[in-house]
């Protein structure tokens, strides 16, 4: 509940819960619905900036904390946990004394902060001091509204109202007298949830209501989160595999086609994969080879116009004018190649695309197409080279522009097309090959992200509470707090049911 608890949670875990089932745990349904099956164990293994984070112990110069603070969704719970705290002080050391065997939380409302938080304990009464507020009753259930918030009434003095109640040796605390009455509707009726997966922390997402939350779509800082492929409701858990954590995860939607993999063992990678998002690779290619900028501009020609008649009163002889303001172009440009790359793309579909980057920084992609478009992108590859640094020119599998200085270059293993910065940067490249159920895969050396840690930041700007640097300030800062893992890898396969995925976090060797 404090914060970005189901973001801790799901990072972190030990081994799987091994117990007899229990009842249900009555929370209400939601977009996310999450469960800690183990507290102890859970509590047991947290360390480091997680436990710091569900303490409230970050320090205010920790980038993740800085990071969340930045957002609309952070800035406003930072204020209104001030409010809640007020009332009942909750942070993680104060449910430990709970002595809790499970706990969970469902998130009703992003926008509205609604919340519900459900402790399976035999102590509350005796450890927490819970407010008196107005006392209520349930169709028969006793429980207590010590302040109304947004998702009772909009237009509340709050958004994080407090309601709580004891049910069954269950504490429900929400932030909203009408998500408590949701979590007793379930303690009456028996229901409510139990592990989604086995393992010591489950977790339930909603695709499709996350994706139409507005605030959702505007703090989620990645494309795949608003628009990527999966739909319906993906389960996930995570587990202790040997020295390994791993998040397997589940979902509904059909599965993509087969994803070809090639050998990356022994090889110098910092990074690589295959992305299942065809309409992506110009993209990929436009800003990681061809035109290396963050934001390319859809209108990269600078629009030619005719000089001014010099004989002409109302025109301006000497094209500038500094007692008028400059007229609003909204060409603002043209297009250049760009049309023709789209069409020649448009007539050369692909299903997917992979990528390499070395721990050089060579960028490497790799796509299966037919060798008799090969002359169309170079002479396309060609011309934007041309565009951007005046003069091109190609040698062999290579364009090369200035003084010598190599620019884009190809190769090909069999049916696939490797592409790189230069054909140095292609040295070692292998032949791809399908991998059974195998739907998408990604592999990442932490400790040579971390090393680009201050090009990311500068390419992301200087820090600034207006400024949202995702890479830098959450990606890093998350790396940051578990300094143990070495790798991820991220298995996707499909399956009857749709696909099953598993997401390993490795330790240093």
Same mark, same amino acid.
């Given at each position: 509940?404090?914060?970005?608890?189901?973001?801790?949670?799901?990072?972190?875990?030990?081994?799987?819960?091994?117990?007899?089932?229990?009842?249900?745990?009555?929370?209400?349904? &939601?977009?996310?619905?999450?469960?800690?099956?183990?507290?102890?164990?859970?509590?047991?293994?947290?360390?480091?900036?997680?436990?710091?984070?569900?303490?409230?112990?970050?320090?205010?110069?920790?980038?993740?904390?800085? &990071?969340?603070?930045?957002?609309?969704?952070?800035?406003?719970?930072?204020?209104?946990?001030?409010?809640?705290?007020?009332?009942?002080?909750?942070?993680?050391?104060?449910?430990?004394?709970?002595? @809790?065997?499970?706990?969970?939380?469902?998130?009703?409302?992003? &926008?509205?902060?609604?919340?519900?938080?459900?402790?399976?304990?035999?102590?509350?009464?005796?450890?927490?001091?819970?407010?008196?507020?107005?006392?209520?009753?349930?169709?028969?259930?006793?429980?207590?509204?010590?302040?109304?918030?947004?998702?009772?009434?909009?237009? #509340?003095?709050?958004?994080?109202?407090?309601?709580?109640?004891?049910?069954? !040796?269950?504490?429900?605390?929400? %932030?909203?007298?009408?998500?408590?009455?949701?979590?007793?509707?379930?303690?009456?009726?028996?229901?409510?949830?139990?592990?989604?997966?086995?393992?010591?922390?489950?977790?339930?997402?909603?695709?499709?209501?996350?994706?139409?939350?507005?605030?959702?779509?505007?703090?989620?800082?990645?494309?795949?989160?608003?628009?990527?492929?999966?739909?319906? %409701?993906?389960?996930? #858990?995570?587990?202790?595999?040997?020295?390994?954590?791993?998040?397997?995860?589940?979902?509904?939607?059909?599965?993509?086609?087969?994803?070809?993999?090639?050998?990356?063992?022994?090889?110098?990678?910092?990074?690589?994969?295959?992305?299942?998002?065809?309409?992506?690779?110009?993209?990929?290619?436009?800003?990681?080879?061809?035109?290396?900028? @963050?934001?390319?501009?859809?209108?990269?020609? #600078?629009?030619?116009? =005719?000089?001014?008649?010099?004989?002409?009163?109302?025109?301006?002889?000497?094209?500038?004018?500094?007692?008028?303001?400059?007229?609003?172009?909204?060409?603002?440009?043209?297009?250049?190649?760009? =049309?023709?790359?789209?069409?020649?793309?448009?007539?050369?579909?692909?299903?997917?695309? !992979?990528?390499?980057?070395?721990?050089?920084?060579?960028?490497?992609?790799?796509?299966?197409? @037919?060798?008799? !478009?090969? #002359?169309?992108?170079?002479?396309?590859?060609?011309?934007?080279?041309?565009?951007?640094?005046?003069?091109?020119?190609?040698?062999?599998?290579?364009?090369?522009? !200035? @003084?010598?200085?190599?620019?884009?270059?190809?190769?090909?293993?069999?049916?696939?097309?490797?592409?790189?910065?230069?054909?140095?940067?292609?040295?070692?490249?292998?032949? =791809?090959?399908?991998?059974?159920?195998?739907?998408?895969?990604?592999?990442?050396?932490?400790?040579?992200?971390?090393?680009?840690?201050?090009?990311?930041?500068?390419?992301?700007?200087?820090?600034? =509470?207006?400024?949202?640097?995702?890479?830098?300030?959450?990606?890093?800062?998350?790396?940051?707090?578990?300094?143990?893992?070495?790798?991820?890898?991220?298995?996707?396969?499909?399956?009857?049911?749709?696909?099953?995925?598993?997401?390993?976090?490795?330790?240093?060797?």
């Amino acid at each position: 509940m404090k914060k970005a608890l189901a973001l801790f949670a799901l990072l972190l875990a030990a081994s799987p819960a091994a117990g007899q089932a229990k009842a249900a745990l009555p929370l209400p349904e &939601g977009p996310v619905v999450l469960l800690i099956s183990d507290v102890p164990a859970f509590d047991h293994a947290l360390s480091g900036g997680f436990r710091k984070g569900l303490s409230g112990a970050l320090p205010a110069s920790d980038p993740v904390a800085a &990071g969340w603070r930045q957002t609309r969704v952070g800035g406003k719970l930072e204020s209104q946990w001030a409010l809640f705290t007020k009332d009942l002080p909750l942070d993680w050391g104060s449910l430990m004394k709970l002595q @809790p065997s499970e706990i969970g939380v469902t998130l009703l409302s992003v &926008g509205d902060l609604e919340t519900v938080l459900a402790v399976r304990t035999a102590s509350a009464a005796a450890v927490l001091k819970l407010p008196g507020g107005t006392a209520k009753d349930r169709r028969g259930m006793a429980y207590r509204v010590v302040a109304r918030g947004a998702g009772d009434l909009r237009a #509340a003095s709050r958004r994080m109202g407090l309601a709580w109640a004891e049910s069954n !040796g269950v504490l429900l605390i929400a %932030t909203s007298e009408k998500a408590l009455q949701l979590a007793l509707d379930c303690s009456l009726a028996g229901e409510g949830v139990r592990g989604f997966l086995p393992g010591l922390v489950s977790l339930k997402l909603d695709v499709a209501a996350l994706r139409k939350d507005l605030y959702f779509r505007r703090e989620f800082l990645f494309a795949e989160g608003v628009s990527g492929s999966e739909t319906g %409701t993906i389960l996930a #858990a995570l587990r202790a595999e040997g020295e390994a954590l791993v998040e397997v995860r589940e979902g509904t939607d059909a599965s993509r086609a087969a994803a070809p993999a090639w050998k990356i063992d022994g090889r110098d990678l910092a990074a690589a994969g295959w992305e299942t998002d065809g309409s992506r690779l110009f993209g990929a290619l436009r800003r990681g080879l061809l035109e290396s900028v @963050p934001e390319p501009k859809a209108l990269p020609v #600078a629009s030619l116009k =005719p000089l001014p008649d010099a004989n002409s009163t109302a025109a301006d002889p000497y094209l500038v004018d500094l007692t008028r303001a400059a007229p609003d172009e909204k060409a603002g440009g043209e297009p250049g190649e760009l =049309p023709e790359w789209a069409a020649h793309l448009k007539e050369s579909p692909v299903d997917g695309w !992979g990528w390499e980057i070395g721990k050089s920084g060579a960028r490497r992609l790799v796509v299966k197409r @037919p060798v008799e !478009g090969d #002359a169309r992108l170079v002479a396309l590859a060609l011309a934007m080279a041309a565009r951007r640094a005046g003069v091109a020119r190609r040698e062999r599998s290579e364009l090369r522009v !200035g @003084p010598d200085l190599p620019a884009f270059a190809w190769e090909r293993r069999g049916a696939w097309l490797w592409i790189a910065a230069s054909r140095e940067d292609l040295a070692g490249i292998v032949e =791809p090959s399908a991998d059974g159920s195998l739907v998408r895969w990604s592999w990442l050396d932490l400790s040579a992200v971390a090393r680009e840690g201050k090009d990311w930041a500068r390419a992301e700007g200087v820090f600034s =509470p207006e400024r949202a640097r995702p890479f830098s300030d959450r990606v890093l800062g998350l790396l940051g707090w578990a300094p143990g893992i070495a790798t991820i890898s991220v298995e996707r396969c499909a399956s009857p049911a749709g696909w099953t995925e598993r997401v390993v976090l490795s330790p240093a060797r």
